[in-house]
């Protein structure tokens, strides 16, 4: 049953299910137990970008005003 629970975790993560609602559907009260239970996909964390990454960093200060 433990496996049938990992794989289904899985398969709604790579799909980009929330993991909140992954939660309820596998019926865990507390949000750590199912991440025992899922694993994130390779895929899926190659993804996944750093909010830095997001930033325009501009090289060149502006000139004063």
Known sequence: MHTIC???ATHLL???IDI???Q???GYAKL???ALYSQVATRTLREV???L???KLNSKPKPPS
Do not use: M
């Open 24 to 26: 309820v559907l596998l």
């Open 14 to 16: 790579e799909q980009r």
């Open 20 to 22: 909140s609602v992954i």
């Open 32 to 34: 750590n137990t199912i």
């Open 53 to 55: 990454d997001n930033l």
């Open 6 to 8: 990992h794989s289904f």
């Open 49 to 51: 970008r750093s909010p």
